[in-house]
T-cell receptor, first 115, second 113 residues
Framework: QQQVKQSPQSLIVQKGGISIINCAYE??????FPWYQQFPGKGPALLIA?????SEKKEGRFTISFNKSAKQFSLHIMDSQPGDSATYFC??????????????FGRGTQLTVWP | DTGVSQNPRHKITKRGQNVTFRCDPI?????LYWYRQTLGQGPEFLTY????????KSRLLSDRFSAERPKGSFSTLEIQRTEQGDSAMYLC???????????FGSGTRLTVV
């Protein structure tokens, strides 16, 4: 059972455009929602993360929007660049109970930014 | 010590053989995690350690899998009697304290032929 559902599976955006990736979750115990970026042959790298007490977090060109009532969160990449072409994963974890620190990942979005 | 180091980067083995992977976490990080990633999927949790104690194991971690973290430093993941379904990228990550900000290594890609 996929704890975190991610869409779309792939995304093609022109340089300078906005890339939007969406995720949804069911487990209301989740209280930490990171996004990871992964290049081929590399491990995932933490991009940005949010906690459910805020609705938006921005770091440079990357913004997370969080909707607690809908149990959804999304990543927006503004002014997308060819160097942003990578696979993006949303994830969620809970700091309570036996799953302390364990991350549940979405299936990933392959982003391609055309020059 | 600038990151999480995993060795080897690639491993090709014949079905039925045993393999062992090593992970060297960031030195001050007390938590260490193992994940498995197959093509087109997100990483799936296998197990994690706080210092030398193994605190949780996923159901994905069959009896053929064993992980250790002696003295709370590096960790090893051993797979016995490998099967073709074990072919995947094995990722190690470490974190300090709450486990929020993981740092992943580049992984070990296992191919079982």
């Amino acid at each position: 059972q996929q704890q975190v559902k991610q869409s779309p599976q792939s995304l093609i955006v022109q340089k300078g455009g906005i890339s939007i990736i969406n995720c949804a979750y069911e487990n209301t115990a989740f209280d930490y929602f990171p996004w990871y970026q992964q290049f081929p042959g590399k491990g995932p790298a933490l991009l940005i993360a949010i906690r459910p007490d805020v609705s938006e977090k921005k770091e440079g060109r990357f913004t997370i929007s969080f909707n607690k009532s809908a149990k959804q969160f999304s990543l927006h990449i503004m002014d997308s660049q060819p160097g942003d072409s990578a696979t993006y994963f949303c994830a969620a974890s809970s700091y309570r109970g036996s799953t302390l620190g364990r991350l549940y990942f979405g299936r990933g979005t392959q982003l391609t930014v055309w020059p | 010590d600038t990151g999480v180091s995993q060795n080897p980067r690639h491993k090709i083995t014949k079905r039925g053989q045993n393999v062992t992977f090593r992970c060297d976490p960031i030195s001050e990080h007390n938590r260490l995690y193992w994940y498995r990633q197959t093509l087109g999927q997100g990483p799936e949790f296998l197990t994690y350690f706080q210092n030398e104690a193994q605190l949780e194991k996923s159901r994905l971690l069959s009896d053929r899998f064993s992980a250790e973290r002696p003295k709370g430093s590096f960790s090893t993941l051993e797979i016995q009697r490998t099967e073709q379904g074990d072919s995947a990228m094995y990722l190690c990550a470490s974190s300090l304290g709450t486990g929020r900000g993981y740092t992943f290594g580049s992984g070990t890609r296992l191919t079982v032929v």
